[in-house]
């Protein structure tokens, strides 16, 4: 199902900034809709959102109505790490998308959210009920969702001033070569390939930092495991800072080009540690979610097991890292 409205603009400014105004959606969705493919301008078809209208031009948006999920629809569960009357933090399994969007057709984390009557904060609208923070569909990991909209202001303000972090565990192809490796490229979208983001240098990147700590190597010492510090929260961070010093996560079907790589049902990349400050107490917390049984079979079959339970402590992993980034 789907509704076309259609509006006319009476002074120039960009396409999104109009939608926005006319529209009771976020920013980030009208971008959505734009980049999707859902808008008209004099009835031709633009994917820019930044295109500068002229007075007097008409706009027309087709909005898509979200598939009502029904509770039989959704296949998965989501293991619950923490709960409280202000938050939840969860383990998002691989696979499942974390909102509704016009292109996203499977049940996601905010349809099971919604049908396990967890109560959730309004201030990301309509499809991201509760989603202070996103991980890619094949991310696997912990998540900390807002159930109040005052939780869900401290939490994002948390997000923008560093106070809140997390740490990834990835396995990694071919191995690093220092045990401390720090990247701080800007990232903008790929101009070859608009799936894939990529460093780049030009005004519409953003700064983005990563470190990366080796915590073990494999048996046949062609694969790594390592643990990602992220500074930024940018789109594919992680994979496109690998990237730039050509190395790739394993199961990364867009960035990882190696034919003869190991295979991986899934790509190898788990939020693995989350920190903030309660909305309410205001203690620090920490949490740390498990991996799932294909990531955890598939490093149980390369590593050594005894060196990867010891550096896979939560409190080894944090130590590992200068202080000043926690």
């Given at each position: 199902m789907s509704e076309i409205k259609s509006f006319v603009c009476n002074e120039p400014?960009?396409?999104?900034?109009?939608?926005?105004?006319?529209?009771?959606?976020t920013r980030s969705q009208i971008a959505a809709l734009i980049k999707s493919g859902f808008v008209?301008?004099?009835?031709?078809?633009?994917?820019?959102?930044?295109?500068?209208?002229?007075?007097?031009?008409?706009v027309l948006i087709e909005i898509?109505?979200?598939?009502?999920?029904?509770?039989?629809?959704?296949?998965?569960?989501?293991?619950?790490?923490?709960?409280?009357?202000?938050?939840?933090?969860?383990?998002?399994?691989?696979g499942v998308t974390v909102h509704p969007a016009p292109s996203v057709k499977e049940p996601t984390l905010v349809d099971w959210l919604k049908h396990k009557d967890i109560r959730l904060s309004t201030i990301s609208g309509q499809e991201r009920h509760g989603i202070v923070h996103r991980l890619d569909k094949g991310t696997s990991g912990a998540?900390?969702?807002?159930?109040?909209?005052?939780?869900?202001?401290?939490?994002?303000?948390?997000?923008?001033?560093?106070?809140?972090?997390?740490?990834?565990?990835?396995?990694?192809?071919?191995?690093?070569?220092?045990?401390?490796?720090?990247?701080?490229?800007?990232i903008g979208r790929s101009t070859h390939n608009r799936l894939k983001m990529a460093c780049s240098n030009s005004s519409k990147s953003k700064?983005?930092?990563?470190?990366?700590?080796v915590l073990a190597l494999s048996n046949d010492e062609n694969l790594q495991l390592v643990a990602?510090?992220?500074?930024?929260?940018?789109?594919?961070?992680?994979?496109?800072?690998?990237?730039s010093m050509n190395r790739h996560i394993l199961g990364d079907h867009i960035y990882a080009q190696s034919p003869?790589?190991?295979?991986?049902?899934?790509?190898?990349?788990?939020?693995?540690?989350?920190?903030?400050?309660?909305?309410?107490?205001?203690?620090?917390?920490?949490?740390?979610?498990?991996?799932d049984s294909v990531t955890k079979d598939f490093i149980e079959k390369k590593f050594d097991m005894e060196q990867i339970n010891e550096v896979t402590d939560t409190s080894t992993i944090l130590r590992g890292f200068p202080t000043t980034t926690i």
């Open positions: 400014q960009r396409l999104d900034a109009f939608l926005a105004s006319q529209l009771d959606d008209k301008v004099d009835n031709k078809a633009t994917t820019k959102n930044g295109l500068k209208l002229k007075e007097g031009q008409s898509v109505q979200a598939k009502q999920t029904k509770p039989q629809d959704i296949d998965f569960d989501v293991e619950i790490l923490y709960e409280d009357d202000d938050i939840l933090v969860i383990n998002k399994p691989s998540m900390v969702v807002a159930k109040t909209n005052e939780a869900h202001e401290f939490l994002s303000l948390q997000l923008q001033d560093k106070t809140m972090g997390r740490y990834y565990l990835a396995v990694i192809n071919p191995p690093l070569k220092e045990e401390l490796t720090t990247v701080e490229l800007n700064s983005a930092k990563t470190m990366f700590k990602c510090k992220l500074f930024t929260g940018r789109t594919h961070q992680i994979r496109v800072h690998l990237e003869k790589m190991d295979k991986s049902e899934r790509i190898l990349l788990h939020a693995y540690i989350i920190y903030f400050i309660h909305p309410k107490s205001k203690e620090k917390l920490f949490f740390s979610a498990p991996l």
